[in-house]
């Protein structure tokens, strides 16, 4: 089958290959001239079902109102009149129950796991180097109070058999010895080993190579703006280019999926979710973390990433901008300073904002529309680097009407 993918980040090109695995003749199409260069560029590289949880919980509602009134937090919601993002916040509101929060917490962290053993599947077959790591994840807590709450938390994703070992300082310490400067800052810890992390941007263009090499073509530079249709059937991608035709057609354009997907009538409830990274040359290696971490009381993220660290922070609602200003990267730089000083060449810093396409539920759309030879694999939110592996094969899965490894049932589009 001639199968046309709508997107070169990681989603689109893990299902690229995918779909090339299973037979098909493919063709990928995005407006940048390489692949993950817009959200897949500059994440926080963590492959992480040990973070399943979904941002909506009851505590969120909170967290959202207070941040209406203060600007420098880890999450920023402004007054803005942007109907699209009120629709989003109520349906992610709807879902601040204990008992949603439990259950799409749980139906994430399946979708994590699975991914993780396709990842290593790809991994084995195409040997690609993405300065993976593959020591775990540390999840750090500032006090007392914030660990034993953490550690109470955690129990959810114990429930869905993912694995934690419960550290004090000293355990921190024996996983990740370049921490032993965050002593009387780190109360303690949990650490995730089974966790992993690896550069995003790398990989992607890696394995987009390797599906070129196979026979996928890449439609690079090249703008989606609409569909033509027929009957119920989607027949060709309107682009700036000409139109592109084929059997099947599968929406992999990350926060932009619910703009192209609203050109058929289907409503998507993505919105653009912006987050900061602000990537670091190491400049003395001994004192640079060897293990990923995230530290829960400022929500900032650090991977080690070759001869780099990359710090990540903020979920703030803005819209689609990916401006960014020194302010933004106030909090992530003074954490990196505060855990690992004197590990970075901080002036030599590269900065980045991306968008995470984000659901309310947390959790991807992946399987077929209204048009039956339209399929959603879009939505992967704050964990899309995670999911992907794990989207793309049950899409492709769904496409060959195969028994998927997992329930699919609860990723439908409708
Ligand atoms: C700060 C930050 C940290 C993160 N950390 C992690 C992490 O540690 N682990 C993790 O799992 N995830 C993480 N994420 C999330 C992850 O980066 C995203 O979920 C993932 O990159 C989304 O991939 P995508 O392919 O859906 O979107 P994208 O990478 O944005 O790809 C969509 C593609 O569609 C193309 N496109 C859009 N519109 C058009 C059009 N009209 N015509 C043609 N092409 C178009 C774009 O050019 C783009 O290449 C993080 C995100 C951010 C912002």
Not at 253 to 275: E, M, T
Not at 325 to 335: E, N
Not at 373 to 388: A, D, I, K, P, R
């Amino acid at each position: 089958m001639k199968v046309v993918v709508l997107g070169a980040g990681v989603v689109g090109v893990t299902a690229a290959y995918q779909l090339m695995k299973d037979g098909h003749e493919v063709t990928v199409i995005d407006r940048q001239p390489l692949a993950a260069n817009e959200t897949s560029f500059g994440n926080a590289g963590m492959i992480a079902p040990g973070h399943s949880y979904t941002w909506a919980s009851p505590k969120a509602p909170g967290i959202l109102f207070r941040s209406l009134f203060q600007r420098d937090q880890a999450l920023r919601l402004s007054l803005r009149a942007d109907p699209q993002m009120w629709a989003w916040c109520l349906k992610f509101l709807r879902n601040c129950t204990a008992e949603r929060a439990r259950l799409n917490t749980l139906r994430k962290l399946k979708l994590c796991q699975y991914s993780q053993t396709v990842l290593k599947e790809t991994v084995a077959d195409t040997g690609i180097e993405y300065d993976r790591t593959t020591r775990g994840i540390l999840y750090l807590y500032r006090d007392e109070a914030s660990f034993k709450a953490g550690v109470e938390h955690m129990k959810i994703l114990q429930d869905g058999g993912q694995e934690f070992h419960v550290l004090d300082f000293a355990g921190v310490i024996q996983v990740d010895p370049a921490l032993k400067a965050a002593r009387g800052k780190i109360h303690g810890g949990l650490h995730g080993p089974s966790d992993e992390s690896g550069d995003c941007h790398k990989f992607t263009n890696a394995l987009a190579e390797v599906c070129r090499n196979r026979g996928v073509t890449f439609r690079y530079e090249t703008s989606i703006s609409g569909f033509e249709t027929e009957g119920d059937k989607v027949s060709a991608v309107a682009a700036d280019k000409g139109p592109v035709k084929g059997d099947l057609f599968v929406l992999s354009l990350g926060s932009y999926s619910s703009f192209l997907a609203r050109k058929l009538g289907i409503g998507l409830p993505i919105y653009p979710v912006k987050g900061y990274a602000v990537t670091i040359p190491i400049k003395d290696r001994d004192l640079a973390p060897r293990v990923p971490g995230i530290d829960e009381n400022f929500l900032v993220g650090y991977t080690p990433m070759g001869d780099r660290i990359r710090m990540t922070a903020t979920a703030e609602f803005s819209g689609y901008e990916t401006n960014h200003s020194p302010a933004d990267f106030r909090i992530p730089l003074g954490v990196a300073e505060n855990l690992f000083p004197g590990a970075g060449d901080i002036p030599r810093a590269s900065y980045w904002a991306g968008l995470r396409p984000m659901t309310p539920e947390g959790w991807p759309r992946i399987g077929p529309s209204r048009y039956h030879n339209f399929y959603m694999n879009t939505g992967q939110g704050h964990m899309g680097w995670t999911m992907s592996h794990g989207s793309a094969r049950l899409l492709a899965d769904l496409i060959g009407d195969r028994k998927t490894a997992i329930d699919a049932s609860g990723f439908a589009a409708a």
